[in-house]
């Protein structure tokens, strides 16, 4: 262990891995702890993605194969289905079961759920990094790379730190946006028109 600006910091690959996994867990904590249920679905913009539910009463994303251009910009919701989509395949491959296939992956329905559903997958990846040693760190990354032995293990969980790090903070921005706006259901462009 090392000090670094008051920080115990791990020496180890994996300690280091672990301790940058939950400051960006803690980061992201403060968020969801704050969203409100109106925060999910909120639209920040005319042209945004979100989660709607299908005529089965199931809440799927909107979605294309191709990264459409301009970029929509994403609703609460559906980062957090985002996020329990990528880090639900990343587990799968972690623990040598068949990845599910994104349209498996629903979002839960409501914010309460979805940040359960976040918590719940935190439990397990928690598990994954626990029982990973130095040496499983070297093995060649089954996600998001394919097995591409230029990745390792090690970059897999790096990768997911910055992607939980990166959706965190766009969570975070959303929520702060959307109450800065002064009423709950208005959009950014709708509010800053009004005197």
């Known amino acids: 262990m090392r000090v670094w600006q008051g920080l115990v910091v791990p020496v180890s690959r994996r300690g280091l891995l672990r301790w940058q996994f939950d400051l960006t867990w803690s980061l992201f904590e ?7 249920p109106a925060d999910f679905l909120w639209e920040p913009a005319a042209h945004c993605w979100t989660v709607r539910p299908d005529a089965d009463g199931e809440w799927t994303p909107d979605w294309a194969d191709a990264e459409p251009d301009p970029i929509p910009v994403p ?25 599910r296939e994104r349209t498996e992956i629903r979002w839960p329905g409501d914010g309460d759920k979805a940040v359960a559903w976040l918590r719940d997958l ?14 499983d760190l070297d093995g060649v990354a089954p996600f998001p790379w394919q097995n591409d032995p230029e990745h390792t293990v090690a ?32 959009s950014p462009a709708r509010s800053s028109t009004r005197r």
Request: charged share 20%; aromatic share 10%.
């Open 75 to 99: 609703t609460i919701g559906w980062i957090t289905w985002h996020i329990g989509w990528w880090w639900t395949v990343a587990i799968d491959h972690a623990q040598a079961r068949t990845p």
């Open 155 to 186: 970059h897999m969980i790096a990768w997911l730190n910055a992607e939980l790090m990166k959706n965190a903070a766009e969570i975070g921005q959303l929520r702060l946006l959307r109450h800065a706006c002064g009423q709950a259901d208005a």
């Open 30 to 36: 403060y968020h969801l702890e704050r969203l409100e």
């Open 122 to 135: 935190r439990t397990e990846w928690l598990a994954v990094l626990d029982r990973l040693s130095e040496a």
